[in-house]
T-cell receptor
Framework: AQTVTQSQPEMSVQEAETVTLSCTYD???????LFWYKQPPSRQMILVIR??????QNATENRFSVNFQKAAKSFSLKISDSQLGDAAMYFCAYRNFTGNQFYFGTGTSLTVIP | DVKVTQSSRYLVKRTGEKVFLECVQD?????MFWYRQDPGLGLRLIYFSYDVKMKEKGDIPEGYSVSREKKERFSLILESASTNQTSMYLCASSGGGRAWGYEQYFGPGTRLTVT
């Protein structure tokens, strides 16, 4: 089974600074999707960014970008110009291209310091 | 916007009770999922469904069952609730049929406490 590892249970960042959240995964497949989800305190989980494994270009969404290293099976999330509203639990997720399950990491709790 | 709703935000049940958690999505998504979320364990898939009346077991199906009689609705059933089923339950849906290229949309979650 595929596994997703987030080795940083907690992170903190000063407001306006940049932070990088790490994620590694294990798979023997060549085609798959990777996601970062954000879960603010007591609020719904929402998608932050998505990366297709067949695309070499790293995905970006405004202040959020990823560093996708396929050979290393690494998928880190960079948040630039951190804002107080970025404080949340962040989950990395893997989805098999032809399979039927999503695999989630254990999450990283991000604190933004004013 | 996709909307996924869950029948309750908070639920308290007694050991041995039958518990129904309901999830409804309004975007005609084929796929629906039930997860439980526990601190330090992330999200673990209980069951998912890729079509009406179709279901497949996830990683932790023991003690749970599901029902999908209509495309928009996916129910999670705890036949006989136990204290180790105290958790946050998240429902999600996604489009794209069986070859899922799409992200999941999540409901607000139901925090279930079994006493």
């Amino acid at each position: 089974a595929q596994t997703v590892t987030q080795s940083q249970p907690e992170m903190s960042v000063q407001e306006a600074e940049t932070v990088t959240l790490s994620c590694t995964y294990d798979t023997s497949e060549s085609d798959y999707y990777l996601f970062w989800y954000k879960q603010p305190p007591s609020r719904q989980m929402i998608l932050v960014i998505r990366q297709e494994a067949y695309k070499q270009q790293n995905a970006t969404e405004n202040r959020f970008s990823v560093n996708f290293q396929k050979a290393a099976k690494s998928f880190s999330l960079k948040i630039s110009d951190s804002q107080l509203g970025d404080a949340a639990m962040y989950f990395c997720a893997y989805r098999n291209f032809t399979g039927n399950q999503f695999y989630f990491g254990t999450g990283t709790s991000l604190t933004v310091i004013p | 916007d996709v909307k996924v709703t869950q029948s309750s935000r908070y639920l308290v049940k007694r050991t041995g009770e039958k518990v129904f958690l309901e999830c409804v999505q309004d975007m005609d998504h084929e796929n629906m999922f039930w997860y439980r979320q526990d601190p330090g364990l992330g999200l673990r898939l209980i069951y998912f469904s890729y079509d009406v009346k179709m279901k497949e077991k996830g990683d932790i199906p023991e003690g749970y069952s599901v029902s999908r009689e209509k495309k928009e609705r996916f129910s999670l059933i705890l036949e006989s609730a136990s204290t180790n089923q105290t958790s946050m339950y998240l429902c999600a849906s996604s489009g794209g049929g069986r070859a899922w290229g799409y992200e999941q949309y999540f409901g607000p979650g139901t925090r279930l406490t079994v006493t």
